[in-house]
Protein backbone atom coordinates (compact mmCIF):
# COMPACT_ATOMS: atom_id res chain seq x y z
CA UNK A 1 0.00 0.00 0.00
CA UNK A 2 1.28 3.68 -0.82
CA UNK A 3 1.15 6.44 1.79
CA UNK A 4 -1.50 8.25 -0.53
CA UNK A 5 -3.45 5.47 -1.93
CA UNK A 6 -7.20 7.01 -2.73
CA UNK A 7 -5.81 10.58 -2.36
CA UNK A 8 -6.19 13.07 -5.18
CA UNK A 9 -3.57 16.25 -5.63
CA UNK A 10 -3.18 18.77 -7.76
CA UNK A 11 0.76 19.70 -7.80
CA UNK A 12 1.83 23.43 -9.70
CA UNK A 13 4.93 23.99 -11.66
CA UNK A 14 5.01 20.08 -11.61
CA UNK A 15 6.45 20.05 -15.22
CA UNK A 16 10.23 19.60 -14.17
CA UNK A 17 12.58 20.34 -11.19
CA UNK A 18 10.72 19.51 -8.00
CA UNK A 19 7.34 19.92 -8.81
CA UNK A 20 8.08 16.83 -10.98
CA UNK A 21 9.77 15.01 -8.60
CA UNK A 22 6.97 15.42 -5.97
CA UNK A 23 4.29 14.33 -8.91
CA UNK A 24 6.21 11.50 -9.41
CA UNK A 25 6.47 10.16 -5.97
CA UNK A 26 2.86 11.02 -4.98
CA UNK A 27 1.74 8.67 -8.28
CA UNK A 28 4.16 5.83 -6.68
CA UNK A 29 3.04 6.22 -3.28
CA UNK A 30 -0.67 5.84 -4.80
CA UNK A 31 -2.57 9.22 -5.48
CA UNK A 32 -3.81 10.28 -8.64
CA UNK A 33 -2.02 13.50 -9.60
CA UNK A 34 -3.55 16.33 -11.04
CA UNK A 35 -0.17 18.21 -12.82
CA UNK A 36 0.07 21.82 -13.45
CA UNK A 37 1.91 23.86 -15.48
CA UNK A 38 2.05 26.23 -18.02
CA UNK A 39 4.83 23.93 -19.73
CA UNK A 40 2.37 22.73 -21.54
CA UNK A 41 4.54 20.04 -23.54
CA UNK A 42 6.77 18.74 -20.71
CA UNK A 43 3.59 18.35 -18.52
CA UNK A 44 1.41 16.83 -20.82
CA UNK A 45 4.22 14.15 -21.67
CA UNK A 46 5.10 13.71 -17.30
CA UNK A 47 1.02 13.07 -17.12
CA UNK A 48 1.28 10.87 -19.81
CA UNK A 49 3.87 8.73 -18.89
CA UNK A 50 2.98 8.95 -14.99
CA UNK A 51 -0.53 7.89 -15.50
CA UNK A 52 -2.15 11.46 -14.31
CA UNK A 53 -3.56 14.18 -15.40
CA UNK A 54 -2.47 17.49 -17.18
CA UNK A 55 -4.24 20.73 -16.48
CA UNK A 56 -3.03 24.49 -17.68
CA UNK A 57 -2.46 26.54 -15.10
CA UNK A 58 -1.34 29.82 -14.81
CA UNK A 59 -1.02 30.31 -10.78
CA UNK A 60 -1.29 34.12 -10.94
CA UNK A 61 -4.91 33.90 -12.81
CA UNK A 62 -7.69 33.20 -10.88
CA UNK A 63 -9.51 32.01 -13.92
CA UNK A 64 -7.04 29.08 -14.58
CA UNK A 65 -7.44 27.87 -10.67
CA UNK A 66 -10.88 27.41 -11.17
CA UNK A 67 -10.61 25.57 -14.16
CA UNK A 68 -8.16 23.69 -13.24
CA UNK A 69 -9.98 23.07 -9.40
CA UNK A 70 -13.20 22.16 -11.24
CA UNK A 71 -11.01 19.42 -13.86
CA UNK A 72 -9.57 18.04 -10.82
CA UNK A 73 -12.99 17.29 -9.10
CA UNK A 74 -14.56 15.92 -12.35
CA UNK A 75 -11.78 13.39 -13.30
CA UNK A 76 -11.50 12.15 -10.72
CA UNK A 77 -14.90 12.99 -8.04
CA UNK A 78 -12.77 14.78 -5.15
CA UNK A 79 -9.90 16.80 -4.32
CA UNK A 80 -7.61 16.16 -0.98
CA UNK A 81 -4.32 18.05 -1.76
CA UNK A 82 -2.71 20.80 -2.91
CA UNK A 83 1.33 21.44 -3.27
CA UNK A 84 1.97 25.17 -3.85
CA UNK A 85 5.12 24.53 -5.99
CA UNK A 86 5.46 26.69 -9.24
CA UNK A 87 7.85 29.98 -8.25
CA UNK A 88 9.75 31.95 -10.35
CA UNK A 89 13.13 33.58 -9.22
CA UNK A 90 15.26 36.42 -10.22
CA UNK A 91 18.57 38.11 -9.05
CA UNK A 92 18.82 42.24 -8.65
CA UNK A 93 19.21 44.48 -5.68
CA UNK A 94 16.51 46.14 -4.14
CA UNK A 95 17.66 49.43 -5.51
CA UNK A 96 18.08 47.81 -9.11
CA UNK A 97 15.05 46.00 -9.01
CA UNK A 98 12.11 47.44 -11.26
CA UNK A 99 8.54 47.55 -10.11
CA UNK A 100 7.33 45.33 -12.82
CA UNK A 101 9.89 42.47 -12.20
CA UNK A 102 9.03 42.95 -8.46
CA UNK A 103 5.57 42.27 -9.01
CA UNK A 104 5.80 39.53 -11.43
CA UNK A 105 7.26 37.98 -8.89
CA UNK A 106 4.99 38.34 -6.13
CA UNK A 107 2.00 37.73 -8.25
CA UNK A 108 3.14 34.17 -9.13
CA UNK A 109 4.78 33.10 -5.77
CA UNK A 110 2.99 34.48 -3.29
CA UNK A 111 -0.57 35.22 -4.84
CA UNK A 112 -0.25 32.33 -6.85
CA UNK A 113 -0.36 31.09 -3.42
CA UNK A 114 -3.09 32.35 -2.12
CA UNK A 115 -5.30 31.86 -5.07
CA UNK A 116 -4.29 28.32 -5.12
CA UNK A 117 -5.56 27.98 -0.91
CA UNK A 118 -8.32 29.99 -2.11
CA UNK A 119 -9.45 27.99 -4.83
CA UNK A 120 -9.07 24.70 -3.08
CA UNK A 121 -10.33 25.54 -0.17
CA UNK A 122 -14.08 25.03 -0.57
CA UNK A 123 -13.64 21.86 -2.08
CA UNK A 124 -11.09 20.09 -0.46
CA UNK A 125 -12.04 16.59 1.01
CA UNK A 126 -12.23 17.41 5.02
CA UNK A 127 -9.05 16.42 6.41
CA UNK A 128 -6.87 17.30 3.35
CA UNK A 129 -3.91 19.14 3.11
CA UNK A 130 -2.17 22.29 1.70
CA UNK A 131 1.83 22.32 1.46
CA UNK A 132 3.09 25.76 0.61
CA UNK A 133 6.25 25.89 -1.04
CA UNK A 134 8.23 29.15 0.74
CA UNK A 135 12.09 29.11 0.71
CA UNK A 136 15.34 29.28 2.87
CA UNK A 137 14.90 33.09 2.34
CA UNK A 138 11.48 33.28 4.16
CA UNK A 139 13.34 32.68 7.02
CA UNK A 140 16.16 34.68 6.66
CA UNK A 141 17.42 37.36 4.54
CA UNK A 142 19.74 37.43 0.99
CA UNK A 143 21.17 39.60 -0.54
CA UNK A 144 20.23 40.01 -4.51
CA UNK A 145 16.75 38.45 -4.17
CA UNK A 146 14.86 40.95 -2.16
CA UNK A 147 11.68 40.50 -4.22
CA UNK A 148 11.63 36.79 -4.05
CA UNK A 149 12.70 36.80 -0.66
CA UNK A 150 9.44 39.32 0.23
CA UNK A 151 7.15 36.02 -1.05
CA UNK A 152 8.55 34.06 0.67
CA UNK A 153 7.97 35.70 3.87
CA UNK A 154 4.88 35.63 2.90
CA UNK A 155 3.91 32.43 2.09
CA UNK A 156 4.49 31.21 5.55
CA UNK A 157 2.38 33.95 6.71
CA UNK A 158 -0.51 32.59 4.39
CA UNK A 159 0.27 29.25 5.27
CA UNK A 160 -0.22 29.99 9.11
CA UNK A 161 -3.62 32.12 9.08
CA UNK A 162 -4.80 29.13 6.40
CA UNK A 163 -4.14 26.95 8.83
CA UNK A 164 -5.72 28.46 11.61
CA UNK A 165 -9.12 28.90 9.58
CA UNK A 166 -9.11 26.03 7.86
CA UNK A 167 -7.96 23.62 11.00
CA UNK A 168 -12.00 22.52 12.10
CA UNK A 169 -12.34 21.05 8.81
CA UNK A 170 -9.20 18.30 9.63
CA UNK A 171 -7.32 20.54 6.82
CA UNK A 172 -3.82 20.78 7.67
CA UNK A 173 -1.67 23.54 5.95
CA UNK A 174 2.48 23.52 6.47
CA UNK A 175 5.11 25.07 4.08
CA UNK A 176 8.57 23.79 3.26
CA UNK A 177 11.42 26.12 2.63
CA UNK A 178 14.21 24.61 0.60
CA UNK A 179 17.58 25.90 0.53
CA UNK A 180 19.66 25.67 -2.75
CA UNK A 181 18.04 22.63 -4.74
CA UNK A 182 19.77 21.52 -8.04
CA UNK A 183 17.03 22.69 -10.34
CA UNK A 184 16.38 24.77 -13.44
CA UNK A 185 15.88 27.70 -11.17
CA UNK A 186 19.57 27.58 -9.37
CA UNK A 187 21.05 25.79 -12.30
CA UNK A 188 19.99 26.55 -15.44
CA UNK A 189 22.39 24.42 -17.37
CA UNK A 190 19.68 21.24 -16.94
CA UNK A 191 17.72 23.39 -19.43
CA UNK A 192 20.52 23.37 -22.44
CA UNK A 193 20.97 20.16 -23.78
CA UNK A 194 24.20 21.12 -25.06
CA UNK A 195 25.45 21.49 -21.72
CA UNK A 196 27.06 18.95 -19.42
CA UNK A 197 24.27 19.33 -16.78
CA UNK A 198 26.23 16.55 -13.81
CA UNK A 199 29.11 18.54 -14.38
CA UNK A 200 27.59 21.80 -13.49
CA UNK A 201 25.80 20.14 -10.29
CA UNK A 202 29.56 19.08 -9.42
CA UNK A 203 30.71 22.64 -9.71
CA UNK A 204 27.25 23.66 -7.83
CA UNK A 205 28.51 20.88 -4.82
CA UNK A 206 31.99 22.82 -4.55
CA UNK A 207 30.42 26.28 -4.45
CA UNK A 208 27.85 25.03 -1.45
CA UNK A 209 30.69 23.07 -0.08
CA UNK A 210 31.56 26.24 1.92
CA UNK A 211 27.90 27.61 3.01
CA UNK A 212 26.10 24.53 3.52
CA UNK A 213 27.55 22.05 6.20
CA UNK A 214 26.25 18.89 4.63
CA UNK A 215 28.16 20.08 1.79
CA UNK A 216 26.65 19.74 -1.12
CA UNK A 217 23.32 21.37 -2.93
CA UNK A 218 20.05 19.60 -2.47
CA UNK A 219 17.99 17.26 -4.84
CA UNK A 220 14.96 17.96 -5.70
CA UNK A 221 13.93 14.43 -4.95
CA UNK A 222 15.05 15.25 -1.26
CA UNK A 223 12.31 17.78 -1.22
CA UNK A 224 9.55 15.96 -2.85
CA UNK A 225 9.73 13.47 0.10
CA UNK A 226 9.36 16.38 2.66
CA UNK A 227 6.08 17.38 0.69
CA UNK A 228 5.24 13.59 0.90
CA UNK A 229 5.78 13.45 4.59
CA UNK A 230 3.61 16.70 5.11
CA UNK A 231 0.53 15.47 2.56
CA UNK A 232 0.38 11.61 4.39
CA UNK A 233 -0.77 10.84 7.43
CA UNK A 234 2.71 10.71 8.81
CA UNK A 235 2.46 14.56 9.42
CA UNK A 236 -1.81 14.13 11.27
CA UNK A 237 -0.26 16.43 14.06
CA UNK A 238 1.16 19.23 12.17
CA UNK A 239 -0.18 22.25 10.83
CA UNK A 240 0.45 25.82 10.13
CA UNK A 241 4.33 25.15 10.65
CA UNK A 242 7.33 25.89 7.86
CA UNK A 243 9.85 23.22 7.34
CA UNK A 244 13.44 23.95 6.65
CA UNK A 245 15.06 21.77 3.85
CA UNK A 246 18.31 23.44 3.44
CA UNK A 247 21.49 21.19 4.09
CA UNK A 248 22.12 22.76 7.83
CA UNK A 249 22.65 26.31 5.96
CA UNK A 250 20.14 28.06 8.43
CA UNK A 251 22.00 26.79 11.29
CA UNK A 252 24.20 29.45 11.08
CA UNK A 253 28.37 29.96 10.09
CA UNK A 254 30.89 27.38 10.76
CA UNK A 255 34.74 28.62 11.47
CA UNK A 256 36.02 25.63 11.48
Not at 136 to 165: D, F, N, P, Q, W
Request: net charge negative; glycine share 12%.
Amino acid sequence: MGKLDGRVVIVTGAARGQGEQEARLFRAEGAEVVVADVLDEQGKALAEEIGALYVHLDVSQESDWRRATQAAVEEYGRLDGLVNNAGILRFHTLLDTPLDEFMQIVNVNQVGCFLGIKAVGPVLSDGGTIVNTASYTGMTGMAGVGAYAASKHAILGLTRVAALELAPRGIRVNAMCPGAIDTAMSNPAVLDPTADGEQASRGLDRFYRKVVPLGRIGRPEEVARLALFLTSADSSYITGQPFVIDGGWLAGVSVL
